[in-house]
């Protein structure tokens, strides 16, 4: 929190971070564009690229702030605490369950004329993306926690980027997989 | 019962983010057309809304903790700790847009971009990003606040909701930085 930390540090603690998270996310605009053509050859992955790359971050976000809280409040303690615990797999839950909704949507409405092989496709990265964000985002709060930084500040610009990169590379992986 | 309460506002929230990214994606789509007059601005368009939305949802974060902790009081009322929250998060608005500017701008004269111009990245940066800095802030701090008040856990709902609208609010106002300049 702002009241209890020097004002200064923390500003230069933050713009440490969102430097770092900056060029992740230039590295992330980088790894789309040199994939550019393999990613056009399949040209409704690039429709899904936006929604899984908000699905991972927002859900990191969440864990990272409700996890932030806990740590000021002393409710939790480490990796292996039950409330650490009952965070990741509410974590792993929605963000599961949100992807079979939007998912469905996209089938039912057959927004844009999606094929049923996308659906799978994004239904399969966002399982990636969902494990891949709520893991980081709860090992990044309780990590800075215990450096002495402030896990608010930390953890939502990293785990954003973290999972620009994240959502493509799974989009990649699970159409590779299911055989595109 | 409250673990219910927990995955039933998270699951709400993040469809409700998915569906307005589907849809603002398309109308963004429209105006980006406007960027590529400006060189080397594409460059800094993802860092610049990134930017943003890890602002406000790192002001929303310490909002949700401090509320939590019963440090801020859940009333619109300019306290010091929300004065101070609010000057952190303008003075990182200003300063590091300009950074990312500056970013842009080396990395264009790398990649032999023509007519890179120093002065236009940096101005299109800091003038959107002091603007959308100061309707992020508002709208993070409104948000927090009614959320907690209305029972609703404000680490849920800030981070998203931010960073989704923030996407939408930065480009819109790289667009009037372009069309001023």
Request: proline share 3%; net charge positive; hydrophobic share 55%.
């Amino acid at each position: 929190m702002v009241v209890q930390a020097k004002f200064s540090r923390v500003i230069l603690e933050s713009y440490l971070v969102l430097i770092i998270s900056a060029i992740l996310s230039l590295l992330a605009g980088f790894l789309l564009q040199e994939n550019l053509d393999r990613i056009l050859r399949l040209s409704m992955l690039v429709a899904l690229v936006p929604p899984i790359n908000n699905l991972g971050g927002n859900l990191g976000c969440m864990v990272g702030a409700r996890v932030s809280t806990a740590l000021h409040l002393g409710s939790i303690s480490g990796f292996r605490s039950k409330q650490a615990r009952k965070e990741f797999f509410s974590g792993l839950v929605s963000g599961l369950s949100s992807s079979v909704l939007v998912g469905s949507a996209l089938f039912a409405l057959g927004f844009a004329g999606f094929p049923a092989r996308i659906v799978w496709i994004f239904l399969l990265a966002s399982v990636m993306q969902t494990l891949l964000a709520v893991f980081i985002a709860l090992w990044l709060a309780l990590m800075s926690f215990r450096k002495g930084l402030d896990p608010d500040n930390i953890v939502s610009p990293i785990i954003t980027s973290v999972c620009d990169v994240g959502g493509v590379t799974s989009l990649f992986v699970a159409a590779r997989l299911l055989g595109f | 019962m409250r673990d219910f309460r927990l995955l039933r506002q998270t699951i709400s929230i993040l469809v409700l983010c998915i569906l307005i990214e589907f849809c603002s994606g398309s109308v963004l789509e429209g105006i980006k057309e406007k960027f590529s007059l400006i060189p080397g601005l594409l460059l800094m368009v993802p860092p610049l809304i990134d930017l943003r939305g890890n602002i406000g949802s790192a002001l929303g974060s310490r909002l949700g903790t401090g509320l939590h902790l019963g440090l801020i009081a859940p009333e619109l009322r300019l306290t010091r700790t929300l004065k101070l929250n609010i000057l952190l998060s303008l003075t990182l608005s200003c300063v590091a847009s300009a950074t990312i500017g500056i970013f842009a701008y080396v990395l264009g004269e790398i990649m032999h971009l023509e007519g890179v111009s120093v002065f236009s990245l940096l101005f299109i940066a800091v003038f959107s990003g002091a603007l959308s800095g100061v309707l992020i802030t508002l709208l993070t701090i409104l948000l927090a606040i009614i959320s907690f008040k209305k029972n609703w856990d404000p680490d849920i709902v800030t981070g998203p909701v931010i960073t989704t609208l923030g996407d939408i609010v930065t480009v819109l106002m790289i667009w009037l930085a372009v069309i001023l300049w």
